[in-house]
Every structure is written in structure tokens, then in C-alpha cells.
């Protein structure tokens, strides 16, 4: 009888023909690697999809992933720590859904193991000068490990600094390299280019006219016994803590501020290596404008920095 020719010959299902025709006579991915592919998928969106040969996955997660990092950026250059705190949960629900998609997505074995392997590190590759990309030029995290900030950033804060404000203002806190090392340090900004600032131990003021201080009644809530003192200039209001026993330090008549230049004070200012020591920081050392904390260890109980 005359074989038809749409059926299958004898023996073989149309499944097993399939199979058989794949590129490279692959019959699809094992479990093993499909455990692989979710946990590609899990650290880099999109890579664990090359895998199991689904091209249009792997866009698809990968923008995901771009679109919820550029969501983050967004939120802490305007400086919203409720649109920060959402980008991040769905970056990271990003990660766990594309691992889960990968678990269930039905592998057609395209895609041989060196392909794969290739296409991962093009893509880490592709995320590595991304995030470079937005480290140096839009935001950067960072993890303040001591206390000479307090009472306005404590250890075990992490910080969204922003890299495209780089012209320092009185009263804003800047990320800047210390003039005398490589050491990176976190301060507030108490003088600029023609300034007059004194300073006494940890008693510091400023000659500019918008320049005012007030003592509160407020507990300070630290190791050692200090005051809560806010301060005001140019129109930014903040609030530094001094020790009560003032210890000996830094002891100056004043000091102008060269043009070109910011002194810069922490606000804890009895604990704090700051301008007092290494002089005013010249304007080209200064990194980015500290924008918002968005989280802290101590926020859930956990532990900090030292």
C-alpha cells in the first residue's frame, strides 16, 4: 500500500522526527540544565533563556532588567526613596520571574552549550559597562560604615549619591576624595570659594550671612553624651551633634576658604576627619550630591557597620 506521504513511517511518531531534525540532533535541555538556566536566569535575566533557545525571551528579560534599573537611577535623582524602594522590588522581581519562566519555558535544545556560554558573557559583559555607565555618570549606592554624620546618616546607611550634581552648594552633603589620599568620605558642606569658617574643638560656624544656629532640647542618641544643635545656611536646615566634655582638637582664629574650593564638616563634629584636618577639598575632588537613604540593616532589627 502507498505510503502516506504526510504521516510518519512506520515506528516513528511525528514527536521523534522532530526531535531528530533539531539543529545538532539535540532532543532539548535535561533537567540539569534546566537547573543551570534558572540559575542564569536568577543572577542575569535573559541568559538562562539562550539556553533553552528562546532569542525573544532573552529581549524581553534583559529590557526588563534595563528598564528597572533606569527606574532606580531615576527615583534617587529626585531624590524619591518611595519610587527607589519600588524600582528595587521589581528589579528584583524581574530576576525571580525570569527564573521561574525559565523552569516552565518548553526547551526546543537550539542552542548548543558553547552558544550559551558565549551569549552569557556577552550579556554580563553588555551589564557590566551598563551599571559602569550609570555609576559614573547618573547614581551610585553606597554603605556609610561610621558615625561621623550622626545625627543625619547613621552606620549600616546605604545611600544613593547623585554623579550629576557635581557643583557643591552650602549645606548640602557631597561624596568627595580626601586632598591628602584616595580615601572617599561623605560630608556636609559649610563653606565655599570665599568663605570665612572658625572653628574650636568641635564648635564650628560660619561668617556667611545666612549662617544660624539654635540648641534643642532633643536627646541625643549616641555612645557618648553630646548636644543636638540645628543649623541653617543659605537656606538648608540640618541638625549636628556635639560631645558635652569636649576633648582636645582642632583649634583655629578662621580660615577663607581658597576659590575653587569647599570646606566640608561631618555633622557629627566631635568624631569626624573632615576639613578641620585636611583642608579645604578642592572642587574637582567632589564625586556627587548624596540624594537619599534607602536602607538600613537597623531598619529590621538587623545588625550595622562599625
Not at 525573544?56 to 528597572?68: Q, S, T
Not at 552558544?115 to 558573557?121: D, F, K, R
Not at 568641635?202 to 534643642?216: F, I, K, Q, T, Y
Amino acid at each position: 500500500m502507498e505510503q502516506n506521504p504526510y504521516e510518519a513511517p512506520s515506528g516513528e511518531t511525528p514527536e521523534e522526527l522532530d526531535a531528530s531534525d533539531l539543529e545538532g540532533g539535540s532532543k532539548g535541555v535535561g533537567l540539569g540544565g534546566r537547573l543551570i538556566a534558572v540559575a542564569l536566569c536568577l543572577w542575569l535575566p535573559g541568559a538562562g533563556h539562550f539556553l533553552l533557545g528562546a532569542r525573544r525571551r532573552v529581549l524581553l528579560w534583559v529590557g526588563l532588567r534595563f528598564g528597572a534599573v533606569l527606574l532606580v537611577a531615576a527615583g534617587a535623582l529626585v531624590a524619591s526613596t518611595a519610587l527607589v524602594v519600588v524600582a528595587g522590588l521589581a528589579l528584583a522581581a524581574v530576576h525571580v520571574s525570569a527564573a521561574v519562566g525559565a523552569s516552565r519555558y518548553p526547551s526546543d535544545g537550539r542552542r548548543p552549550w558553547t552558544h550559551a556560554i558565549v551569549a552569557t558573557l556577552a550579556i554580563f559583559a553588555g551589564w557590566k559597562a551598563f551599571n559602569y555607565g550609570v555609576r559614573a555618570s547618573l547614581v551610585e549606592a553606597f554603605e556609610l560604615p561610621s558615625g561621623s554624620m550622626y545625627p543625619t546618616l547613621v552606620p549600616g546607611d546605604h545611600v544613593m549619591v547623585s554623579k550629576l550634581h557635581r557643583t557643591p552648594a552650602r549645606g548640602e552633603i557631597v561624596l568627595f576624595r580626601s586632598p591628602d589620599d584616595e580615601a572617599v568620605f561623605l560630608k556636609r558642606v559649610i563653606g565655599v570659594g570665599g568663605d570665612t569658617v572658625r572653628y574650636s574643638g568641635s564648635d564650628v560656624s560660619s561668617a556667611h550671612p545666612s549662617w544660624s544656629r539654635v540648641r534643642l532640647d532633643d536627646a541625643c542618641i549616641s555612645d557618648d553624651e553630646c548636644e543636638l544643635w540645628r543649623e541653617e545656611i543659605d537656606g538648608r536646615s540640618y541638625v549636628v551633634s556635639e560631645a558635652v566634655r569636649e576633648a582636645p582638637g582642632f583649634h583655629t582664629d578662621a580660615v577663607i576658604v581658597p576659590d575653587g574650593h569647599v570646606f566640608v564638616i561631618g555633622d557629627n563634629r566631635s568624631n569626624s576627619r573632615d576639613s578641620r584636618s585636611f583642608g579645604p577639598v578642592p572642587s574637582d575632588r567632589i564625586l556627587g550630591r548624596y540624594q537619599l537613604t534607602f536602607f538600613n540593616p537597623g531598619w529590621f532589627g538587623g545588625g550595622s557597620a562599625n
